[in-house]
């Protein structure tokens, strides 16, 4: 994904793409669908480890000159129904990958992450740093 | 010290006190004195992993109602020693615990951590939600 994405751009500039999806249970978690969707991942979630993973492209003149992924483990503490649905009506939710962002509101929910936690946010910065640094 | 400080303010008010130290093979690294000191604490943690433990006192009208901690492991990736003199010269070392911000330039050495990341910025948010939410 991440390298199909950095195929769609046309330059002879430096091209960094990355994709970040949500994992749990063998479920991928894109961004919600609508509100009901938002929530119904958000349940999921709740009080569940789950995974984050970012695919990192670099390209230059057309050429892939480095593929990777990040993983990153993450913890949801126990969310009520109403704790859902209140952060579902603050919006946040709506254009995140797996419906919360680990930066914003939701940080009150996650006690613990195994992994990068800019992975999570949507770019693994060191990893893009030793990436970039070695080319 | 998360006690002693809420100790220090008088009210009726509900207090939070926290207090993060950084902690390497049974070092404490408080804030760094000068520049100096701020190239030594970096250069212990390039490319180790040292802990964060933040201590959180939660005080109403003189009582202790809530006492815990929080402990974060962080993995620095090595740094050279000109990317800690740079790092030092931009000043953002001067004021932290460890002589770094994870939320900032610093997150470019953190591949990893294992904890709570709001712990690490110096107030774990997930442990103060659940301790609230139980008062």
Redesign the interface.
């Known amino acids: 994904m991440a390298e199909e994405k950095a195929n769609t751009v046309s330059a002879s500039e430096i091209i960094l793409a990355a994709d970040t999806t949500v994992v749990i249970e063998n479920e991928i978690l894109g961004k919600p669908l609508d509100e009901t969707d938002a929530k119904r991942m958000l349940a999921t979630l709740s009080g569940n480890r789950h995974e984050v993973l970012t695919g990192i492209c670099i390209m230059w003149d057309g050429k892939t000159l480095a593929l990777e992924a990040a993983s990153t483990a993450v913890w949801f503490?126990p969310m009520t129904p109403q704790e859902i649905a209140d952060y579902v009506s603050t919006g946040e939710p709506m254009d995140k990958a797996g419906a919360y962002a680990?930066q914003g509101i939701a940080?009150?929910?996650?006690?613990?992450?195994?992994?990068?936690?800019?992975n999570v946010v949507g770019l693994?910065?060191?990893?893009v740093?030793?990436l970039i640094s070695a080319l």
Chains 1, 2 share one sequence.
């Open positions: 503490d680990i940080s009150r929910w996650i006690s613990r992450i195994d992994g990068s936690y800019t693994p910065v060191a990893l740093h030793r």
